[in-house]
């Protein structure tokens, strides 16, 4: 089944990348995860903070990984097992069996990106690899917020009729950009998880069980506004969606934490020592590719910064001419994200240099096509 891989090729081709929850989304899901970070674990208190600057690597490997984009969702209506009786056979090798491999990755498989993570978070917390482990835990996020994203849950994760057409992109980055400021929930005490497999793919078919929620409130809000583009439209389709979306960030937020607490206890509950926040997990100095590349007409831009200090960071055209400076000034030690916006520039190359520290320099380019 090769629709959703050849979905992803345009896509990519035309800078519009489906992130689960756009980067502003996964961002929200790993930071919060501090609403419900149990005491047990407080040497790792830092891990909110971290996982929020890394919650979308798994997208940013997109790029160069083409098994990536398989982990990010799940065709489940193609497996006919699930239309008539409302699951899917929950174990790899069952599936593998019973339709083939190629069947089972085309269709994506993010329950079992969701198990394989958790279980390579628990090794690096075993190892005491401590920033490992949080990068893992990043990706545990991305792949968990993904899961609860009704349209990265089904077949028709981009509209099944001509006015729903477009769904994707709307819902899960435009509305989550324009209402960030209303995506405010709280946390609950966490839980161990006693069977990792049943816990994903229960996620993923109370996700798909909200799939025509979504399509309602597009189809409600389209008729009330006349398009899908106007503020009337996604004022509306707040309205209609927003009670269910903000219960999946919740959602989301909480069992991501409850993934990691469970892969902390399994690997023996080690106790780190000589953590100091943020920091300690830092290797260098160091300028990130700026994830979408090419992008339009927006970018994130990730930094690591070694040693407190002044930092600056800096957009020029290809002739050379400053464009914006994105930040100058003061940072601690630690990982950061800045946001890039080209709306009121033109397609084109740009490069943009970050100098820090006692003399480091690091220069990369990125491509805005409209």
């Known amino acids: 089944m090769p629709m959703k891989k050849s979905f992803y090729i345009f ?22 995860t501090n609403l419900s970070f149990p005491s047990a674990m407080s040497p790792f208190s830092w891990f909110p903070d971290s996982m929020s600057v890394h919650a979308s690597d798994a997208d940013y490997r997109k790029n160069t990984d083409p098994t990536e984009e398989f982990r990010h969702y799940i065709d489940i209506e193609f497996y006919p097992e699930y239309l008539s009786g409302g699951r899917i056979p929950q174990t790899w090798d069952s599936l593998v069996a019973l339709h083939g491999l190629n069947f089972v990755i085309n269709n994506g498989y ?27 835990a990043a990706d545990l996020g991305h792949y968990v917020a993904d899961a609860h994203n009704p349209l990265h849950c089904t077949r028709y994760y981009n509209g099944w009729s001509t006015m729903s057409n477009g769904i994707h992109s709307r819902y899960e980055t435009t509305l989550i950009n324009r209402d960030t400021a209303y995506i405010q929930y709280t946390g609950n005490n966490v839980n161990y998880i006693n069977d990792i497999n049943n816990f994903a793919f229960g996620i993923v078919y109370n996700s798909n069980s909200y799939r025509d929620s979504v399509y309602r409130a597009d189809s409600i809000a389209q008729v009330i506004a006349g398009s899908n583009s106007s503020t009337l439209y996604y004022q509306n389709f707040w309205y209609q969606a927003g009670t269910f979306t903000i219960q999946k960030f919740k959602d989301a937020s909480y069992k991501l934490m409850c993934l990691v607490y469970t892969a902390w206890v399994n690997a023996g509950s080690p106790v780190p020592t000589g953590i100091n926040g943020n920091s300690s997990i830092v290797e260098g100095f160091k300028l990130h590719q700026n994830y979408p590349n090419p992008f339009n007409p927006k970018t994130n831009i990730r930094f690591s910064v070694l040693k407190p200090g002044d930092v600056n960071i800096t957009v020029y055209d290809i002739s050379g001419k400053t464009v914006k400076t994105l930040f100058n000034g003061y940072k601690q030690a630690g990982e950061y994200e800045v946001i890039f916006d080209g709306e009121k520039l033109s397609s084109g190359v740009y490069f943009y240099i970050m100098t820090a520290g006692n003399g480091f320099r690091e220069t990369k380019i990125m491509t805005l096509i409209k």
């Open 110 to 136: 993010v329950p079992f990106a969701i198990i394989a993570t958790a279980d390579s978070v628990k090794k690096y917390f075993q190892l005491r690899d401590w920033r490992k482990a949080m990068l893992k």
């Open 11 to 32: 896509a990519i081709a035309t800078v519009v990348l489906f992130a689960g929850w756009g980067s502003t989304g996964h961002r929200i899901i790993n930071k919060r």
